[in-house]
């Protein structure tokens, strides 16, 4: 089991920042940590994900250069880093385990109850 909860969105202005926190408890050492976010009436999109043993990344293709994904060890913690956003950026942006790095929703198992990021202009 795996727990996962979410915090640091918020209301924030194009162009500016915000950090998102993703805490993890229990057996998530082995799994890979992702960001997805979702807006009322559209799928569920891959954010960017990160796999807990090496640290390796992979981001979807809009975020990248924008957003960067990093892990705390000691703090049980990944982080979401979102720079220069856009209004097309607000959602409701959850982490999820997965038992391998991929951007396949499916694949993760856990997730947390998510955190809104709202961009205005």
């Known amino acids: 089991q795996v727990q996962l909860v979410e915090s640091g969105g918020g209301l924030v202005q194009v162009g500016g920042s915000v950090r998102l926190s993703c805490r993890a408890a229990g057996a998530f050492s082995s799994y890979a940590i992702g960001w997805f976010r979702e807006v009322p009436g559209k799928e569920r999109e891959f954010v960017a994900a990160i796999r807990w043993t090496d640290a390796s990344t992979t981001y979807q293709e809009s975020v990248r250069g924008r957003f960067t994904i990093s892990r705390d060890n000691a703090k049980n913690t990944v982080y979401l880093q979102m720079n220069s956003l856009k209004l097309e950026d607000t959602a409701v942006y959850s982490c999820?385990?997965?038992?391998?790095?991929?951007?396949?929703?499916?694949?993760?198992?856990?997730w947390g109850r998510g955190t809104q990021v709202t961009v205005s202009s």
């Open positions: 999820a385990a997965g038992w391998t790095l991929t951007q396949s929703p499916e694949v993760y198992n856990y």
